[in-house]
């Protein structure tokens, strides 16, 4: 291949080959480095390592490969997390214009940052109560509204929607879509979770994402995230699908899932198992009712063939002589209360008989009244020529008082 030399212009381009051949030469001039980082991600394939290392301070990170001739010369320990110094040499590769970062050696330096950084908050939250079992809220039986908090489109949001309505048609939802990677996501997962705590039609809150490596799951281990999820008063389901990489998320919700799918699988009873338990429940109660039917029967035969109830007359015999008793000595004193009564009215009506003036008139005596109708009581009164009204035993007569006090009387 001849080497072209000069600029490259629109008149006179470089051939693809010759600006590879140029970037390779100035890749080679590097030379090896040695970096300081933290693995992020180690995944061994046919020998060979492929992982990633990032950097202790700021968002960087750059993928690198260990051949598995100098894997064998690594220690045996070498894993995620590991704070490393690593002996890099970059490496171009023209025929398919890739950039490796190739690894000739690797040590440890110490237990990674990030570990050590999550360890400390971990050991913090703990101590502050609240990855306690006794502050963890009960999911409800049956939610009526679920708040789902998952990425945009993502299998995880596929996976609950789908198992969650398969198992209980009538379950609502809610979604919430937030970044779950990257520096946004932290954020906006916190938002969301405030979102939904606030809302009253929310019964429990799924934050859900399908997995991922060891960086990608960082956002869930956020200080901020997880104590907004600690002072949720909704209960929470963690359904990070994740299992050696446990988030501090997973520690605080209320319920840690191992999928999205086995998220929706305990929020969500199954509509079949519960109509089964009804129809079982039914049975149970219809047997006890049988059996405590037949038992009050079966009382209430014995009862009746006891010989105090197998005949009802000694009822009224033992009670005849009794009644008989009774009822004479009810006659008597009914007829002894008649005879009082009649004496006391005989009494009373003799003494309202002598009282009455009636009596004093039938004897010769006369009521006289003046014509204001005042009864006469002094001769005074008597004037000459004074009309009176007398009244006597068997009717009323009107006289005229005259001068010598003889009566002239005028019927």
Not at 168 to 195: K, S
Not at 313 to 330: C, F, K, M, P, T
Not at 391 to 399: C, E, N, Q
Request: aromatic letters at 4%.
């Amino acid at each position: 291949m001849t080497i072209v030399e000069g600029p490259a212009t629109v008149d006179a381009p470089w051939p693809v080959a010759v600006l590879s051949t140029k970037i390779k030469g100035w890749i080679d001039r590097l030379g090896a480095v040695w970096v300081e980082g933290e693995i992020t991600q180690w995944g061994v394939s046919g020998g060979n390592v492929y992982g990633k290392l990032k950097d202790l301070e700021v968002d960087a990170t750059v993928g690198f490969t260990i051949w598995s001739s100098v894997k064998a010369k690594l220690p045996a320990d070498l894993k995620q997390g590991d704070r490393v110094v690593a002996l890099l040499k970059p490496n171009y590769w023209v025929k398919g214009g890739s950039l490796t970062m190739q690894v000739f050696e690797m040590r440890h330096v110490g237990l990674g940052d990030l570990l050590e950084r999550l360890e400390r908050l971990r050991q913090t939250l703990r101590a502050e109560g609240l990855f306690d079992q006794d502050r963890k809220k009960p999911l409800p039986f049956l939610p009526s509204r679920i708040g789902l908090i998952t990425g945009k489109d993502s299998d995880a949001e596929k996976d609950v929607l789908r198992n969650a309505q398969l198992r209980w048609p009538a379950v609502g939802f809610r979604v919430l879509h937030a970044a779950v990677q990257g520096d946004r996501a932290a954020g906006e997962v916190t938002a969301a979770l405030r979102t939904l705590d606030a809302d009253p039609e929310i019964d429990v809150i799924i934050v859900a994402r399908g997995g991922g490596d060891f960086q990608n799951l960082l956002v869930f281990s956020d200080e901020t995230l997880v104590r907004t999820a600690a002072s949720c008063a909704t209960p929470i389901v963690s359904a990070i699908g994740h299992e050696a990489d446990r988030p501090l998320l997973d520690d605080v919700a209320d319920l840690r899932a191992s999928t999205p799918t086995d998220a929706a699988k305990r929020v969500v009873p199954d509509v079949a198992e519960e109509l089964n338990r009804v129809q079982q429940a039914r049975a149970r109660i219809g047997s006890r009712m049988t059996a405590l039917v037949r038992h009050e029967i079966d009382r209430l035969e014995q009862l009746r063939s006891r010989p105090v109830l197998a005949g009802s007359d000694w009822v009224v015999d033992s009670r005849a002589e009794e009644l008989g008793r009774y009822v004479q000595r009810s006659s008597e004193l009914v007829e002894r209360m008649i005879e009082r009564s009649h004496t006391r009215v005989v009494e009373l009506r003799s003494q309202l008989r002598a009282l009455s003036p009636q009596r004093t008139l039938d004897r010769g005596y006369a009521i006289a009244q003046l014509p204001s109708g005042a009864v006469l009581r002094s001769a005074a009164d008597a004037r000459p020529g004074t009309p009176l009204l007398l009244t006597l035993a068997d009717g009323r007569a009107a006289v005229t008082v005259d001068a010598d006090s003889s009566a002239s009387g005028e019927r």
